[in-house]
């Protein structure tokens, strides 16, 4: 176990292309994070649709706090929207649909007929994505599937409940499924009503820090853990997890960009921003740890690159940013948030079709089309950035970047570039580590979110980028990519 004044925590972080498990040893003045366990999450085609191996990730992370050894507690942390149904005695109905199905092409206009946008915006402050959990929940509404649900799970809590036989619905998480008052943080039940959502089928919420219940005796005795393990409810949506390991200082006033599969652009405030200036800019309110609220804006990410390098057939992304590198500055750029980079399937081909559209030069390399695609999330970061300050009144003066991206040094020179103020890059394991620090001050750390930030601060390497080169630049090259799809109406 852990040394004196020290606790070991382990955190499983289910990303949209892997899962691993992540012990950290947490005390006053330590914060050190290792590695335990990771394996892949491949979804799979089936004839009715794409799904996820659930049962394959459920596998990994027994695996995982197998490889992990003695803990004090553990949490599961994922992506958000996507959920399991349960039948009466509590087994799984079918394998949970990935967000990127295709099952709910043309539901938002049938909602919207019901429920108009605005109003939607308003009641739950969430922007419009094509795969948000109401828009799922309707497009199953008379499948036998849901007909014969009795539970609804999102995936870290059907996670859960597969290791405590305990039922709860995450708050962070919650508010992403769209029928989550963001100004109450309950459930909008007026809402789930008119559309015909039955939320009985929700478990009762619990939030950060929570209890999720303790390993069941079977799940203990598999995974080969001295007990009892309780189980810990964390920020159960990665960007809540990691936007409270953002090292960010007391009163400084920042952005984060939470960046993996997907970029995460915004603002922590204090209350959800739901004007209709917001709706159409098409930022959501989330909600986060201690009550925050993540003003964001979801960006394609570095799915962009990750779905060349599988046509590609490369693995290893260290050449192809070298090159990269080498390439002249904006020549190829493209909406990073034009809904035709949602599905997957060759991309290069519809980056190079985008840059066709738009009447610029196409890129035909890989290297041309990998620095298209940092180039153009650069500015999509510093679009999403400047968008939010305006829209909640709130300056910043320096950009906190966490996440895979972290890595990659040339997007965080160029995000610092766009954005015309320095980029501090790290951590890149910020979801785990926020994942840690929930459960440590649950499990007797003491301090507030602002005091396990600067632990954060304190033992994490970080990178400061400083902006470099011609601004100008960067505003004609905005104006192309902005001039090239009008905000959603």
């Known amino acids: 176990m852990s040394a004196a004044g020290t606790k070991t925590f382990a955190a499983v972080d289910l990303g949209a292309s892997s899962g691993r498990v992540m012990t950290g040893r947490v005390g006053p003045d330590t914060l050190r994070l290792t590695e335990t366990h990771r394996f892949p999450n491949r979804p799979v085609h089936l004839p009715e649709g794409l799904r996820w191996d659930i049962l394959g990730l459920y596998g990994g992370v027994l695996d995982g706090l197998r490889a992990a050894g003695p803990v004090d507690s553990l949490g599961i942390d994922s992506w958000a929207v996507d959920y399991g149904l349960l039948a009466a005695d509590g087994s799984l109905i079918g394998n949970p649909v ?57 995936i870290p809590d059907l996670i859960a409940y597969w290791l405590t036989g305990e039922q709860g619905t995450e708050l962070t998480n919650a508010s992403t499924t769209q029928l989550i008052d963001a100004h109450t943080g309950d459930w909008n ?4 009503d008119r559309l015909g959502i039955d939320l009985a089928l929700f478990a009762p919420l619990r939030r950060p820090g929570d209890s999720a219940g303790t390993l069941l005796p079977a799940v203990q005795e598999r995974a080969g853990l001295p007990g009892p393990v309780p189980v810990t409810a964390v920020g159960s949506h990665d960007t809540a997890s990691a936007v409270a390991a953002v090292p960010a200082g007391r009163g400084e006033r920042f952005a984060y960009l939470c960046t993996g599969t997907w970029s995460l652009a915004g603002l922590e405030l204090d209350a959800p921003v739901t004007t209709g200036a917001s709706r159409a800019a098409n930022f959501t309110n989330e909600l986060g740890i201690d009550g925050t609220v993540r003003f964001l804006r979801n960006i394609m990410g570095l ?18 940013l070298a090159d990269a590198s080498r390439m002249p500055a904006l020549r190829y750029v493209v909406d990073a948030a034009a809904p035709e980079f949602l599905a997957p399937g060759d991309m290069p081909g519809r980056i190079a079709a985008a840059c066709r559209a738009t009447g610029g030069p196409v890129p035909r390399t890989p ?28 300056e910043v003066d320096v950009v906190h970047l966490v996440g895979g991206g972290a890595r990659n040094a040339l997007l965080c020179q160029l995000t610092a570039d766009a954005c015309g103020v320095p980029v501090v890059a790290g951590p890149a394991e910020a979801a785990a580590l926020g994942n840690v620090l929930v459960q440590a001050r649950a499990h007797g750390l003491p301090g507030d979110l602002a005091s396990t930030r600067e632990l954060i601060a304190r033992t994490q390497p970080l990178t400061r980028y400083e902006p470099s080169g011609d601004p100008t630049a960067w505003e004609a090259a905005a104006r192309r990519t902005e001039d090239a799809r009008p905000l959603p109406a």
């Open 98 to 154: 990935h967000y990127r199905d295709r099952r709910t092409e043309g539901v938002p206009e049938q909602v919207w007929a019901t429920v108009p946008p605005d109003d939607l915006y308003r009641a739950t402050g969430i922007q419009y994505a094509p795969f948000n959990t109401l828009y799922q929940l309707v497009a199953a509404q008379g499948t036998p599937q849901l007909t014969a649900a009795r539970h609804l799970l999102l």
């Open 189 to 192: 039940r007026p809402l789930a």
């Open 303 to 320: 799915w962009l690159l990750q779905e060349c390098m599988r046509t590609w057939e490369l693995t290893d992304v260290t050449p192809l």
């Open 367 to 394: 290297g041309e089309i990998t620095r298209c695609v940092l180039d153009s999330l650069a500015l999509a970061h510093r679009r999403a950035i400047r968008e939010a300050q305006h829209l909640a009144d709130r």
